[in-house]
């Protein structure tokens, strides 16, 4: 079975400073996993998507995670907010087995202030 | 590239009635739809799998005479939610698989937003 835990529900950062939002995993066979963003009454949107190759995951708009086997992590972070962040973050997982269902996170609502 | 419609985006209706809600995948084809609910301020639920030309798959707990999802071709799939009821006053979304490169992606839907009064 196929888990994903978001360890905030909530992060706040100021304009221009790093982010950090966390995710760890559990999957009993190689896992794909995901970052999804959804601004306010729309609908999600991929940000980047970790499937076995790279272990350092490049996104969009200038968001990147790395995926750390031994520590069952895979961490979204961006160097510097901008104010059009602020959203709900999706952190999903989906086990390589012929499987396409995805397992999503309970979500981390980012506030970036001014 | 990627695109994924729904419609409507957001529906009112009256305890008992059934309403209908379309995804499509307006720049591929997708053999495979998934149907999600997602509460306010909560994760999403995949409610089922949509596979073209067959029976849609539901996950455990999801009434499947209560909603139906018909994936027509290629590039529809739609969700019925019949007798609809307050407590099925939800956001729906959609998504559609796309195999590209030989990875597969889900491209999600704007999502509908029903509020059965």
């Known amino acids: 079975a196929q888990s994903v835990t978001q360890l905030d529900s909530h992060v706040s950062v100021s304009e221009g400073t790093p982010v950090l939002l966390r995710c760890n995993y559990s999957s009993s066979y190689s896992p794909s996993l995901f970052w999804y963003v959804q601004h306010p009454n729309k609908g999600l949107q991929l940000l980047l998507k970790y499937t076995s190759a790279a272990t350092l995951v490049k996104g969009i708009n200038g968001f990147e995670a790395e995926f750390k086997k031994s520590e069952t992590s895979f961490h979204l972070t961006k160097p510097s907010a901008h104010m059009s962040d602020a959203a709900e973050y999706f952190c999903v997982v989906s086990e390589n087995f012929g499987n396409e269902k995805l397992t999503f996170g309970t979500g981390t609502r980012l506030t970036i202030i001014p | ?117």
Not at chain 2, 4 to 16: D, E, R, T, Y
Not at chain 2, 23 to 50: G, V
Not at chain 2, 55 to 79: C, M, P, R, W
Not at chain 2, 94 to 108: G, K, L
Request: hydrophobic share 35%.
């Open chain 2, 1 to 117: 590239g990627a695109v994924v419609s729904q419609h409507p985006s957001w529906v009112i209706c009256k305890s008992g009635t059934s309403v209908k809600i379309e995804c499509r995948s307006l720049d591929f084809q997708a053999t495979t739809m998934f149907w999600y609910r997602q509460f306010p301020k909560q994760s999403l639920m995949l409610m089922a799998t949509s596979n073209e030309g067959s029976k849609a798959t539901y996950e455990q707990g999801v009434e499947k005479d209560k909603f139906l999802i018909n994936h027509a071709s290629l590039t529809l799939s739609t969700l019925t939610v019949t007798s609809a009821h307050p407590e099925d006053s939800s956001f729906y979304i959609c998504s559609a698989s796309r195999v590209f490169q030989y990875q597969e992606t889900q491209y999600f839907g704007p999502g509908t937003r029903l509020l059965v009064l």
